[in-house]
């Protein structure tokens, strides 16, 4: 009889422990949620250290906040602090894997150079979603970063297959093929991607540079002058001799 009585009660001031918090954790959650939206609201406005202070404090409230370190992760990322928004993005794939969360990883692996990580999350994310265009596209650029550009050009072909007009694949595509010498596949390629949309000033300034060095390296002089002076003219500085490429150039 003793030993019920102290079991119960044993049983009611344990449910009292639990009932107790429960009120406090659900206003350290709401705590914790909208110092994670003023530091969307900071992120969203360019203000990245007032995001990450914001995201850190949403945290140290609720350390199980997943968005927060999502989110914190971006901001790092925003700032190239590679190192820790990798740590961000890790803490989230350790409880949550995602495609979201894959990328922006493979993003601060390839900021920081560590290229052969950036393709491995590129490929996870595309285990998960064969369809991400862009993600060919960013992989291609990870294999190209690290001189594999055989399996560069394999991404950007599966990218231009998945959308025939995408403009950023066929000039990813020609800075491989100039990088392997093959110009005239090159030039077409910035040809076709000049033909695209969308376009603006610094994108097409790339492009006819890259195209001037296609042309430059099949001793089209005229051809690699013109689109230099292109490019320049559109706020890129350009390799001076392309600007004075003539038939004498490169004897």
Same mark, same amino acid.
Not at 149 to 160: C, H, L, T
């Given at each position: 009889?003793?030993?019920?009585? *102290?079991?119960? +009660?044993?049983?009611?001031?344990?449910?009292? /422990?639990?009932?107790?918090? !429960?009120?406090?954790?659900?206003?350290?959650?709401?705590?914790?949620?909208?110092?994670?939206?003023?530091?969307?609201?900071?992120?969203?406005?360019? %203000?990245?250290?007032?995001?990450?202070?914001?995201?850190? &404090?949403?945290?140290?409230?609720?350390?199980?906040?997943?968005? /927060?370190?999502?989110?914190?992760?971006?901001? $790092?990322?925003?700032?190239?602090?590679?190192?820790?928004?990798?740590?961000?993005?890790?803490?989230?794939?350790?409880?949550?894997?995602?495609?979201?969360?894959? /990328?922006?990883?493979?993003? =601060?692996?390839?900021?920081?150079?560590?290229?052969?990580?950036?393709?491995?999350?590129?490929?996870? *994310?595309?285990?998960?979603?064969?369809?991400?265009?862009?993600?060919?596209?960013?992989?291609?650029?990870?294999?190209? !970063?690290?001189?594999?550009?055989?399996?560069? *050009?394999?991404? $950007?072909?599966?990218?231009?297959?998945?959308?025939?007009? !995408?403009?950023?694949? $066929?000039?990813? &595509? =020609?800075?491989?093929? &100039?990088?392997? +010498? &093959?110009?005239?596949?090159?030039?077409?390629?910035?040809?076709?991607?000049?033909?695209?949309?969308? %376009?603006?000033?610094?994108?097409?300034?790339?492009?006819? #540079?890259?195209?001037?060095?296609?042309? #430059?390296?099949?001793?089209?002089?005229?051809?690699?002058?013109?689109?230099?002076?292109?490019?320049?003219?559109?706020?890129?500085?350009?390799?001076?001799?392309?600007?004075?490429?003539?038939?004498?150039?490169?004897?």
């Amino acid at each position: 009889m003793i030993t019920r009585l *102290v079991l119960g +009660g044993w049983m009611l001031a344990l449910m009292a /422990a639990l009932l107790a918090p !429960h009120g406090a954790r659900a206003q350290t959650a709401k705590e914790a949620m909208e110092y994670n939206n003023s530091g969307n609201d900071a992120l969203i406005n360019g %203000r990245m250290d007032a995001a990450i202070a914001a995201y850190s &404090r949403a945290l140290e409230i609720d350390p199980k906040l997943l968005d /927060a370190y999502q989110n914190r992760g971006a901001a $790092y990322l925003k700032q190239r602090d590679f190192d820790r928004a990798i740590a961000d993005f890790s803490k989230v794939l350790e409880a949550a894997p995602n495609q979201t969360t894959y /990328a922006n990883r493979a993003l =601060a692996y390839e900021g920081k150079g560590d290229y052969q990580r950036a393709v491995a999350d590129f490929t996870r *994310v595309l285990d998960l979603n064969p369809e991400a265009l862009w993600i060919y596209n960013e992989r291609g650029l990870a294999f190209a !970063h690290g001189k594999d550009y055989e399996k560069a *050009v394999a991404d $950007y072909n599966k990218a231009i297959e998945l959308n025939p007009r !995408h403009r950023d694949a $066929y000039f990813y &595509r =020609a800075a491989a093929y &100039r990088e392997t +010498g &093959r110009y005239e596949e090159a030039v077409a390629d910035d040809t076709k991607a000049l033909g695209l949309t969308p %376009r603006n000033k610094i994108s097409d300034a790339a492009v006819y #540079y890259d195209r001037a060095q296609a042309y #430059y390296e099949t001793k089209n002089y005229e051809k690699a002058r013109d689109d230099a002076r292109k490019a320049q003219s559109l706020g890129l500085q350009v390799d001076p001799n392309l600007l004075e490429a003539s038939s004498n150039s490169g004897k």
